[in-house]
């Protein structure tokens, strides 16, 4: 079977993962609300005023809101075929990142390598899960690697159309994350050392000035469109904090309800929207960031690919040796690892400022660092076997045979891990969405500090960011919130309690998993008291 007939295999395998795990959700992810309502809003509002309202970049979004009406077509109206749309935009730019990673690992080493690097990209279970969620991750990664690669074969062949489809990706990528635009960067400092390398005579590859330029020209329209739209560069706080450039004002969404009422406005109230879990709190020390890093860069290739990466680079030139070595490769392969190396660089720089600012990191962060450490893994793994291989006297036809027992077997661990219920602790919130949407009235107002269950009663409702604004609405009547929100020991937690206990009571209770036990989560109904005066958290 040829290469390319081998990677369209993988490719199909990794989409009928994403189709069963996706079977198997009920509720998208809590940032992934977010997505899907500016999803609504642009098949409500103008484009325009969309973009300028909201604090995502658009593209995942507006991609949703395009999908949905086929969607709906063939599942009704409804938030189920919200997030299931959602989940099918992010899984299929998620499926379609097989091709760029097998290209750039290719690159890298071979086509054996690149084969086996899109086969490890799509069995981590951890990747693959933010993948098919409702979240921006998939289409920004796929967008920045897609990027990356072009940009590499433009820089070797000093080609004008690769180096526009190279510099439209990065900056469709910008559209959806502002993080992508990193990549564009680490090709520019790329083009930089070859010419330098070039005036030396180390390197044979030319830079020219009008693939460059075209280059910086279809990024940069891009981003200027963007700003141009947008008003500003990135609403993201995280790019503006890097910039200099500070906090931006978002206007509230609807519905939106009065100010913060007297007494709540005090310094021992505290409404922030959430709190970081201690899983994603990480010391603002450089070297604790760093720990934090590879610990998670591990974790995401599943521990075993994290161990083949490191035996990669250790085998690194043996594993150059064992791939083609006309000039073209070794050139190509040249360019490919200057061009990996700057974006590593740069990347993990930009995530450790974003640690040491904010003090937190999770998963989804590291997920280009995870995706630039496959070919190595890869290449670990290739060479691992072929040695085995080799010292063991092994046929080639066993070789292949019993990788193909231990490819299904991957993909059997894998398909399993991914196919579990996601996420099984939101359970209760949708039990909870379902209470609310037979007990609330049309004019009721509802304050759901997580999103799910007003996204599974489909109503609006106010969310954690306007805590405030919400007690302050005379006609708030319902207040959805999780009980390990309520036991926490901090200021957020004990101002949540104060205000139960002073002007709502308990009227339902749901676990969080079917089948438990213990409440997870609460619903009060919630009076509105005539003063806050003399309540203290």
């Known amino acids: 079977m040829s290469g390319r007939w081998m990677l369209a295999t993988i490719v199909a395998m990794a989409a009928a993962l994403h189709i069963y795990a996706v079977s198997r959700a009920f509720l998208p992810a809590q940032d992934g609300l977010k997505f899907i309502r500016a999803a609504r809003a642009f098949q409500d509002r103008p484009a325009i005023e969309v973009i300028r309202g909201n604090d995502r970049h658009p593209l995942y979004p507006a991609l949703t809101a395009a999908a949905e009406p086929a969607a709906a077509l063939l599942l009704g109206r409804g938030p189920d075929t919200w997030r299931l749309t959602a989940q099918w935009v992010s899984a299929c730019f998620w499926t379609a990142m097989l091709v760029p990673v097998w290209g750039l690992a290719r690159s890298l080493f071979n086509d054996r390598v690149g084969l086996l690097a899109a086969f490890v990209v799509a069995i981590l279970p951890i ?80 830079v020219r000035p009008l693939p460059a330029a075209a280059y910086a020209a279809s990024f940069l329209v891009l981003v200027g469109g963007y700003a141009l739209v947008k008003g500003e560069v990135s609403e993201k706080l995280a790019m503006r904090r890097a910039l200099g450039l500070g906090a931006v004002k978002i206007e509230p969404r609807s519905p939106r309800g009065p100010a913060l009422p007297a007494g709540l406005d005090g310094p021992g109230w505290d409404f922030a929207a959430k709190e970081e879990s201690d899983d994603e709190r990480v010391p603002k020390r450089l070297t604790a960031i760093l720990v934090r890093v590879a610990r998670d860069v591990a974790e995401g290739l599943a521990g075993v690919f994290a161990f083949f990466g490191l035996w990669g680079l250790a085998r690194d030139r043996h594993a150059c040796d064992l791939c083609d070595q006309s000039d073209e490769a070794r050139a190509l392969r040249r360019v490919a690892r200057i061009a990996v190396i700057a974006y590593a660089a740069l990347f993990a720089t930009a995530l450790a400022r974003h640690a040491m600012t904010f003090g937190y990191l999770s998963t989804r962060h590291v997920l280009p660092l995870v995706i630039l450490a496959v070919p ?41 891990i991914q196919g579990r219920p996601d996420h099984a602790t939101r359970w209760g919130f949708a039990e909870a969405g379902r209470w609310v949407a037979r007990h609330a009235d049309a004019d009721d107002a509802v304050l759901d500090t997580r999103g799910w269950a007003s996204f599974a009663a489909d109503r609006p409702a106010y969310d954690a960011w306007r805590i405030g604004a919400a007690l302050g609405d005379p006609k708030l009547r319902y207040i959805v919130i999780g009980a390990d929100e309520l036991e926490a020991d901090s200021r957020r937690s004990r101002s949540l309690r104060a205000i139960l206990a002073h002007a709502a009571r308990p009227v339902a209770e749901f676990p969080l998993r079917s089948g438990d036990d213990d409440a997870g989560v609460l619903v009060y109904e919630y009076a509105q008291p005539a003063t806050w005066r003399g309540v203290n958290p």
């Open 376 to 416: 190595w893994s890869a290449a670990g793994l290739y060479v691992c076997v072929r040695r085995s291989a080799l010292l063991l006297g092994v046929p080639r036809r066993a070789v292949i045979g019993l990788g193909c027992v231990v490819a299904a077997l991957l993909i059997c661990v894998s398909g399993w």
């Open 127 to 206: 990747p693959a899960s933010i993948g098919h969620d409702t979240l921006a991750d998939g289409p920004a990664l796929c967008l920045a690697t897609t990027s990356l690669w072009l940009g590499v074969l433009a820089l070797r062949r000093s080609d004008v159309r690769l180096c526009v489809a190279s510099g439209v990706a990065a900056g469709l990528g910008f559209w959806t994350r502002p993080e992508a635009a990193i990549v564009a960067v680490a090709l520019g400092l790329t083009g930089v050392i070859i010419y330098v390398s070039q005036v030396r005579r180390h390197f044979s590859e030319r």
